[in-house]
């Protein structure tokens, strides 16, 4: 996943985010009302690492902290879009899932556990 990021980066792109298809449905809710069901064809769910031009990224920073914009950048692809920059995706890795949550830690330990490479320098 590390080398496709970069080999798109290398090859021009400015911007480029592993993504992996969403299973789960998705509403737009508020407060306790749905508002809109998206079609989940069209959604991914974004993983890091993410890869970026850095002399892109820095001058995408350096107009989001000098604007007086509304805009909550979440992460650098979501900077970078707003800054008008194309953001292209690559196959990500079910396996790079973010560890947040207890229950992500359990789950990173399960699958840690369950390599044989671990096992063996127990």
């Given at each position: 996943m590390v080398a496709?990021?970069?080999?798109r980066v290398a090859a021009g792109a400015s911007a480029v985010i592993p993504v992996l298809p969403v299973a789960d449905?998705?509403?737009?809710?508020?407060?306790?009302?749905?508002?809109?069901?998206?079609?989940?064809?069209r959604l991914r769910a974004v993983q890091t690492p993410?890869?970026?031009?850095?002399?892109?990224?820095?001058?995408?920073n350096e107009?989001?902290?000098?604007s007086s914009q509304d805009f909550i950048a979440t992460d650098d692809a979501s900077l970078m879009e707003w800054f008008g920059v194309t953001v292209v995706t690559v196959p990500g890795d079910a396996m790079a899932?973010?560890?947040t949550t207890p229950l992500d830690l359990t789950l990173a330990r399960a699958v840690l556990a369950?390599?044989?490479?671990?096992?063996?320098e127990k």
């Open positions: 496709r990021i970069v080999d449905t998705i509403k737009e809710v508020d407060g306790d009302t749905v508002l809109a069901t998206p079609d989940r064809s993410q890869g970026f031009d850095l002399a892109t990224l820095i001058r995408a107009a989001y902290f000098a899932f973010k560890i369950a390599q044989p490479a671990a096992r063996d």
